[in-house]
T-cell receptor, first 114, second 112 residues
């Protein structure tokens, strides 16, 4: 398998649920990212990891908790979300932080919070 | 306040004609300007870029033009094909460890 893989593709959850989004990259890249795409808004950068170390947290609420156990895997743990958190969550990777203009994206997880 | 503006939410073009997608940015310090393309149910894919020292970059049917004085860039697709129907995101990047900032996207429909 090649590229960036995200699971699940779709997720519906209640406000009291806990769920996790998974991302795996098979490109040998050193940097990984979580982006959020809401309707009629630009892609928003949420978190950046370089070599498993978090290097940026873009003022994201604590109900979103990222985890990067190794350079190939990235998780986004979700708990007590709000309906306004419904969006497309995209994972991306790049060769490293200095080459992050060329991002490789997964297909995303379409999240609906009820 | 949006740093990257794509003022046309959608564009329809006849197959074989030219598609022109426009983008404006606010900060003259950006070093790289990028276009990404997104099909439904897929993530964005990198399409073409241009550095601030150039005013044109061409890759096959795709050409990006940069007008630094106007803080404006455009993507030309010639000739347009139905497979080009997608959402096109303009993005800017300052280089180094800075983040890529995206526009809201323009949905292109190429009509056979």
């Amino acid at each position: 398998e090649t590229g960036v893989t995200q699971t699940p593709r779709h997720l519906v959850m209640g406000m009291t649920n806990k769920k996790s989004l998974k991302c795996e990259q098979h490109l040998g890249h050193n940097a990984m990212y979580w982006y959020k795409q809401s309707a009629k808004k630009p892609l928003e950068l949420m978190f950046v990891y370089s070599l498993e170390e978090r290097v940026e947290n873009n003022s994201v609420p604590s109900r979103f908790s990222p985890e990067c156990p190794n350079s190939s895997h990235l998780f986004l743990h979700l708990h007590t979300l709000q309906p306004e958190d419904s969006a497309l969550y995209l994972c991306a990777s790049s060769q490293d932080l200095l080459a992050n203009e060329k991002l490789f994206f997964g297909s995303g997880t379409q999240l609906s919070v009820l | 306040d949006q740093q990257v503006k794509q003022n046309s939410p959608s564009l329809s073009v006849q197959e074989g004609r030219i598609s022109i997608l426009n983008c404006d940015y606010t900060n003259s310090m950006f070093d790289y300007f990028l276009w990404y393309k997104k099909y439904p149910a897929e993530g964005p894919t990198f399409l073409i870029s241009i550095s601030s020292i150039k005013d044109k970059n061409e890759d096959g049917r795709f050409t990006v033009f940069l007008n630094k004085s106007a803080k404006h860039l455009s993507l030309h697709i010639v000739p347009s094909q139905p497979g080009d129907s997608a959402v096109y995101f303009c993005a800017v990047y300052s280089g180094g460890y800075q983040k890529v900032t995206f526009g809201i996207g323009t949905k292109l429909q190429v009509i056979p």
